[in-house]
């Protein structure tokens, strides 16, 4: 394994010069590395045998760096203790040094970047600390992924399997801190949120045992078995790895060899001036004023920063940020004493994949969410089953659930006066889907409301806001206002707010008789038979009870100055204010089914109201007992009644899948028909007026045209019998008769001829061969001529011919 890591370590640190070789001459015999490194830790000690064996390879081939010998001074420092951590690490800066590999702890990371700074000495550390960049410190190279790239991969394995809730623990320094808030962040993006953030004293000597303290306290406790989900950063698999291979910080870190010879090559030098602002003069002991400024440090830092080759870790390349390309993770599965990769995740796609990144790399990136997976996963307990990543104690408290304690509908929801319990169509819901849970829930019932009448249902979301509650159940409607506060579940109730009116049952039969009568009438002179059954049909149609009401729809009544009614407590009031732009002065409330039904009765001139707005489960139980109250329209909202929990509670999600399954095998539905049964008025008045609806008065265009089409009628065929009455009647005698007798005479004989007339019937030619014509003068052809209609009339046995 050793020699193995050896060749590895060589092959990384094996320089190709990139330009012409310069002369020797122009390379100083030693060149100084300094390296900080916290001995006594994994990384650390690890870091200190590998720096050496790669040194002694490197010196060992004069074909690296020509025949300059690379040392490197060692310091230990003290990540415990911040204050001699730091005055270690200044005191080291007093050597003259060209980079230095290191520091991992994140407190002396901060203040040796301030000091490379000022002296132009590249720091290649491997701390992850998210604050530590670039632009704050510009001598700054960082060889290990940042946190932030870390906890976007902890956020995607959460994401992944749905849990939206964390509990952290961490080291209570500045590196578990700020490794804590980037993961805020990370979880929060992907709408996660860590509930419970925990924090222990950095203590101890070296932080991997509190890590281990921590899981042998959790099995302890029994938190290590079914149920639980433990996930772990890097300490983790860098303690396991110490063993078997070389973290790859230190490869990464280690590179400066790669650089230092590009550096030559190019016509560096390595030479040292003092600052005169480090001068100490009053006499201390610090010897600031040993501190030397590299003064190619800018040349060294651009060359380190433009390195870019393929080691044993992969691809050693920076951005200009300073920060390594394509950070990647793999995500292992711990069993027992064994190690198991199961995925990884790379910053090239920030997806979960079961593909090497390095397969990756070569492709455009595909991000889509649907392209993650992982293997298959041992979870604590030995089992393949998902954890649910979240259970309630056994001596969790009782919940505190608030419930209506409703004055009217109380089908729905309220408190039975007798036993004191909350009784109702939503808390029989609440109970049965509460009993799909795997786990117990231990609750009580707060009644909230006086029950002397309907409390007000945003004061109720107010509070499980608040956390007074920790949820609320009942007929409480999903709004888009309350779901900026608090979660709901899935709705249990598809609901929506309806237009309730007085209504008037009357008969249009009469009106379409006459105007069958009337047209038929017409028509049949005609003979357009057609036209009757038309018109009959449509009869029929109109021969039906209509809904009278003055409100047709929604636009009825936002355009009208009647009072409105809305129940007590809902959310109509505002939504008709705010959303209809109604105003409140004609917003009346009520508080029963009888308030409903008397302001209705009363109408808007009488101190009622013109219409109530509430929404539709209310509205269906109100009419299967008022039969003289219909909907007018249609519902002009489209919500649902859910329960309210605090934002990102676990038992909404729960609920939500068992409020499903109750649908799903018909329990639903029996509590429906249990609480919610109608009686016989409901099909009757639930029926629409819509504004769209068929009634007498949208046809009035065709009755006006149809009469006017009849009055021009009877009009032309008047004029018609009257020229055929007076060409068929002879002269009268001149025989002296009184005018009234003449003219009802006249008017008597006219209508007998009008009545005693048949309806023309269609002209006919008819062919008849020349040998069968009759020959007949041709003063009587008339007489034969097919062409017109011939008749009999009551005129004695003679065959009148029209002329």
């Known amino acids: 394994m050793k020699t193995a890591f050896l060749k590895l370590l060589f092959l990384i640190l094996f320089v190709i010069p990139d330009g012409p070789c310069k002369s020797l001459a122009g390379r100083p015999s030693i060149v100084n590395i300094g390296s900080i490194i916290r001995l006594n830790s994994t990384i650390g000690g690890v870091s200190a045998v590998a720096i050496q064996a790669a040194l002694d390879d490197i010196n060992s081939d004069p074909t690296i760096l020509n025949g300059t010998t690379l040392h490197v001074i060692m310091r230990d420092t003290n990540c415990d ?154 300490w983790l698999s860098s303690y396991l790895d110490a063993n078997s291979s070389v973290p790859a910080e230190i490869l990464y870190g280690m590179q400066v060899a790669r650089a230092l010879d590009a550096f030559f090559d190019d016509g560096g030098s390595i030479s040292f001036s003092n600052d005169s602002r480090l001068h100490d003069e009053t006499g201390g002991t610090l010897h600031l004023e040993a501190m030397s400024i590299f003064n190619m440090g800018n040349k060294m830092l651009d060359k380190i920063k433009h390195v870019n080759f393929t080691g044993a870790s992969g691809q050693v390349k920076f951005d200009p940020e300073g920060e390594l390309i394509h950070p990647a993770y793999d995500i292992i599965n711990v069993i027992g004493n064994g190690v198991r990769t199961i995925g990884f995740w790379s910053n090239y796609t920030r997806l979960l994949s079961t593909v090497h990144p390095e397969d990756l790399y070569s492709k455009p990136p595909n991000t889509s969410l649907a392209n993650q997976s992982l293997y298959d996963v041992i979870w604590p307990g030995q089992t393949a089953q998902k954890p649910r990543g979240w259970a309630f104690p056994f001596n969790a408290k009782e919940l505190k659930i608030g419930v209506p304690n409703r004055f009217s509908f109380k089908e729905f929801v309220t408190k039975d006066n007798v036993t004191g319990s909350m009784k109702g169509y939503c808390v029989d819901v609440f109970t049965q889907a509460l009993a799909l849970l795997p786990y117990p829930v231990t609750y009580k019932f707060v009644p909230f409301g006086s029950g002397t009448e309907n409390p007000h249902y945003d004061n109720l979301v107010q509070m499980v806001e608040d956390n007074e509650f920790d949820g609320a159940i009942g007929d409480i409607a999903i709004t888009m206002n309350r779901t900026k506060a608090i979660d709901f579940t899935q709705p249990f109730i598809e609901t929506g707010l309806v237009i309730l009116a007085p209504v008037k049952k009357h008969i249009t039969k009469f009106l379409g008789i006459l105007a069958t009568i009337y047209i038929g009438n017409v028509v049949q002179l005609f003979d357009f038979i057609f036209c009757t059954h038309y018109t009959a049909s449509l009869t029929s149609i109109l021969t039906v009870q209509q809904l009278d009401t003055s409100i047709k729809g929604l636009d009825d009544l936002k355009s009208s100055d009647y009072p409105i009614g809305f129940q007590v407590g809902s959310f109509a009031e505002e939504y008709m204010v705010k959303e209809l732009n109604i105003s409140r002065l004609r917003l009346k409330a009520l508080g029963s089914p009888e308030e409903y039904a008397e302001n209705l009765k009363l109408g808007p001139k009488k101190g009622g109201v013109m219409a109530i707005v509430d929404e539709r489960p209310y509205v269906e139980l109100f009419l299967s007992t008022y039969c003289k109250i219909a909907v007018a329209g249609s519902d002009f909202t489209s919500r649902g009644w859910g329960f309210a929990f605090p934002r990102d509670s676990p038992l909404q999600v729960d609920l939500s899948t068992a409020i499903l399954a109750l649908s799903e095998n018909g329990e639903l539905q029996r509590i429906h028909d249990k609480w919610l049964k109608t009686g016989g008025c409901t099909s009757d008045n639930t029926e629409f007026v819509d504004s769209n609806q068929l009634r007498l008065d949208s046809f009035w265009g065709l009755f006006l045209i149809s009469g006017v089409a009849c009055v021009l009628a009877l009009l032309i065929y008047f004029g018609i019998m009257l020229r055929r009455f007076l060409r068929h009647e002879p002269p009268e005698s001149a025989v002296s008769e009184p005018g009234s007798s003449k003219s009802r005479r006249s008017l008597k004989k006219f209508i007998s001829f009008v009545d005693d007339r048949e309806p023309p019937k269609k002209k006919r030619s008819l062919s008849l061969p020349r040998s069968s014509m009759p020959t007949t003068p041709m003063s009587n052809l008339h007489a034969l001529d097919i062409e017109r209609p011939v008749r009999p009339v009551r005129n004695g046995s003679v065959i009148d011919i029209e002329n």
């Open 81 to 234: 203790d911040g204050f001699l951590g730091m005055v270690q690490a200044l005191q080291f800066m007093e050597t003259d040094v060209i980079a230095i590999i290191g520091p991992q702890c994140s407190t002396i990371a901060h203040i040796i970047s301030f000091v490379a700074n000022e002296l132009r000495v590249p720091l290649m550390s491997f701390a992850s600390d998210a604050t530590l960049s670039s632009i704050q410190f510009p001598f700054f190279v960082r060889t290990v992924p940042s946190d932030l790239y870390q906890m976007e991969a902890v956020a995607a394995v959460v994401d992944y399997y749905r849990w939206k809730i964390v509990t952290a623990i961490y080291i209570d320094d500045d590196y578990g801190r700020n490794g804590i808030a980037a993961l805020d962040d990370a979880l929060t993006a992907r709408r996660c949120k860590i509930s419970y953030k925990i924090g222990f004293a950095a203590n101890t000597r070296r932080k991997q045992e509190q890590g281990f303290q921590l899981f042998s306290l959790a099995n302890r406790l029994n938190m290590m078995g079914n149920g639980y989900v433990w996930i772990a950063t890097d």
